[in-house]
């Protein structure tokens, strides 16, 4: 069974830094572009970064400046490096990824389950 699973979350305080890790599992044939989303109490659900199977990085206005994400593709494993932590981070912090599960197999969007971050003041 394919999946994605976070994990890094946790409680901080203002100022502090997390890295969050996203790993996938299950067959595989490629991960192609993946993202970090994130999912405050009461708000919709906000894209915050995204990864292309080459390496190209793009960020919102949420995570820009202050996150960083990467990906090991021999890990199969895509990363978020969180510094500065302000109380307004504090969210559910979820993976997404377009995996291929064989050859010529279209792109099929995947979730992780979540991880809490929190950031105390």
């Known amino acids: 069974q394919v999946q994605l699973v976070e994990s890094g979350g946790g409680l901080v305080q203002a100022g502090g830094s997390l890295r969050l890790s996203c790993a996938a599992s299950g067959s595989i044939f490629s991960i192609n572009a993946m993202d970090w989303y994130r999912q405050a109490p009461g708000k919709q659900r906000e894209l915050v970064a995204s990864?292309?199977?080459?390496?190209?990085?793009s960020y919102t206005d949420s995570g820009k400046g202050r996150f960083t994400i990467s990906r090991d593709n021999a890990k199969n494993t895509v990363y978020l490096q969180m510094n500065s932590l302000k109380p307004e981070d504090t969210a559910v912090y979820y993976c997404?990824?377009?995996?291929?599960?064989?050859?010529?197999?279209?792109?099929?969007?995947?979730w992780g389950q979540g991880t809490q971050v929190t950031v105390s003041s």
């Open positions: 997404h990824g377009y995996l291929q599960l064989f050859r010529g197999d279209i792109n099929r969007s995947y």
């Open positions: 990864i292309t199977s080459g390496g190209s990085t």
